[in-house]
């Protein structure tokens, strides 16, 4: 099957297909999304080799339990244990010897077909476009924070980063009742924002005024984004880290310690409530897709994604 | 009246005495305790010029009230202006045009003397002698953990880093239910910690385990603490940074988003739980005392605590 492969570099490759363990289906890949991660992977985030991509949308062609055959499907990235105490608490996306797809020791979407656990999936609703289902794990990964933080209504956030993770990240905290703020420097992406009814802020050119918002998320994937962040809470405040990156993060251990700042690491998210807010379209994703492209001409794919103005990109296997 | 004067380097100067302005009290200094923060001072933390110093023990010699007069006394070192939202919301501490004894645009308590509003005083119970009392505030600073958190019985803690302030977190964390490990290189200063039934660890020779704490506490007043306490802890985790110092930190951001842990800056407590804790002897302090020098030694002070073994250093003014 055709597939990108990472092994230093990039190519597209003919690889063997997926060999489906006990327990997995075989899965065709309809669309995949082109996220952070994977660039970060590119210059050596997580030492990856293999076949990149994790987030995606298929339908099953084999599988075990036949309650799933020919189902329209995404999939829980984590592949867990099942037997551990992470586990047994629900926590799987931290089993110490779990693997990820296309992040570690697990082949990804961005190939025809990819296997993945019965237990990973979720059957995407008819309502729901493979054009939006292909947002579930990133918007998952937003959702993240209504799992870890309490949201009162009103609550003022500033979300740092108007890239992609940036905007699904104003709109879960949005929808969830909190006045938001988006910081960034593309005037096309924040007046996007500005349509769903969120404050946008361009710090090209000036600086928001220091300790502003109880809460403040980086969103940007780049070092800078924790400073400004941090820079931008209030004391006693939280700041969310969103951005995952190759290398050492720096800040101001001073601000954190004497403002008493909560820093949070947040990741992966729960499915469901993502694929509800898709449903029930809560969100808006299709305005985040800027081009697509088959999977033929993923290596374009990539060069295009380095275009500032790029927000989401999507390989098509279809 | 004598005093240590800071400006660009450390020296013992005749100054004029305090005046004290309206609600405040003049208060003769009887003992006074160098920190780590001071240390960090005389390296250009906070940019402070004047007397440093806001651990201390003295005595009212004018008031304003007739009931604080002649009493034994203790400071909160932020005097907070009283009226912003944070003061309403007891947050003094954080009130953002509050001046710190000895830190922030005020002078500390390196002298004979020293003026402090009323409202930040409390009197020191006849049981605690003047040597214990002079901890009341690094151990409220300990204290402000419990403020933070909620520690549940047999909760295992990592304290990293054997001085001063991991000494008085150790016993604060301890006398709260956890089951502490200390970790240091100072044989005496844990084989100080075994006595009180708290675990020890000496990384100098070997390495803990990562992901081996639900919580972690870097009290090694240094950068690379900070990455200890993040590899200590495990998913979901927290890690408490109680050490101020000069300059930026560097740490693991993978680490932090990916498993989820939670960076919490905690820095100064509630003077009431801390004099709790000496009056009902629930933490050891004596011990943690290795040498006094009078004030107009107060240089050859500083320069003893630039030994590894010193623990507390302190300045007799009696």
Known sequence: MK????????????????????????????????????????????????????????RVVECEDPKWMGKRVVGE???????????????????????????????????????????NLYAVPDLVTDQAAVFTEPLAAACEILEQLTISPGTRVAVIGDGRLGLLVAQVLKQAGAEVTLIGRHGSKMNLAKTWGIHVFNDGTQEFAASSFPLTVDATGSPGGLSEALRLVEPRGTVVMKSTFHGAANFDATKLVVDEVTLLGSRCGLFAPALDLLKLRRVTVQPLITKTFPLNQGLEAFEYLNQNSALKVLLDMR
Chains 1, 2 share one sequence.
């Open 3 to 58: 597939s990108l492969y990472f092994d230093k570099e990039l190519t597209l490759r003919e690889v063997p297909m997926p060999t489906r363990a006990p327990g997995e289906a075989l899965i065709k890949v309809l669309m995949a999304g082109i996220c952070g991660t994977d660039r970060e992977i590119l210059k050596g985030y997580s030492a990856f080799r293999g076949i990149p991509g994790h987030e995606f949308v298929g």
């Open 77 to 119: 990235i984590n592949i867990a244990c099942g037997h551990c105490s992470w586990c047994a608490r629900g926590l799987g996306r931290h089993c110490p010897t779990r693997t990820v797809m296309g992040i570690v020791n697990r082949p990804g979407a961005f190939a025809e077909y990819v296997a993945l656990p019965e237990a």
